[in-house]
């Protein structure tokens, strides 16, 4: 739902010409956070769950940072830092889900949701990068990395939604 409102949202804010890129800011900080509030519970170890905090803490702290002093500094950062921190967030979950003795992993919601959540950065990492350095690319070029970002979008939701349909399992 987040995610249609915000599309929405920078939609009509793109038809009438007004510059949308603030609804992507905020889009990205209430991502990662959610995103990290959900980690934190799958973890058990009180220092997981701090560092997590701090992460949090710290990625808020520079979003806003980044905001003020201008848009074009923050959209070259903002992105990428959360396409990071969550992608080491998604590996720590993936070495927890692996020690972990969760059996039953095709009707496990949590292994679902750190699947989608882990291929989706793991894709997208080359649309993001791409984003922040301008190489002068072939169109060819980005036109498939922006594909590769399409097709990341629908698998994240595909494994999300097989995710919701396991917790009938749980």
Known sequence: MLTIGTEIIA???????????????????????????????????????KLIIIGIILFVSTSIVLHILGIETFDKMDANVALLECFILGSFATVFLMTKRIGGITTNAVFWFNTAILLYFA???????????????????????????????????????NAVRCLKYQ
């Not at 609804?23 to 009180?46: D, G, N, P, R, W």
């Not at 990492?125 to 350095?133: A, H, S």
């Open 11 to 49: 939609f009509l804010m793109l038809y009438f010409h007004a510059n949308n890129l603030i609804i992507y800011h905020l889009y990205s900080v209430i991502e990662f956070t959610l995103l990290s509030m959900i980690y934190y519970y799958l973890v058990e170890k009180a220092i997981y769950k």
């Open 123 to 161: 894709i997208t990492i080359p649309y993001y990068f791409v984003r922040i350095v301008d190489l002068h690319l072939s169109l060819e070029f980005v036109e498939v990395v922006s594909l590769a970002n399409l097709v990341a979008n629908i698998l994240q939701s595909l494994l999300l939604a």
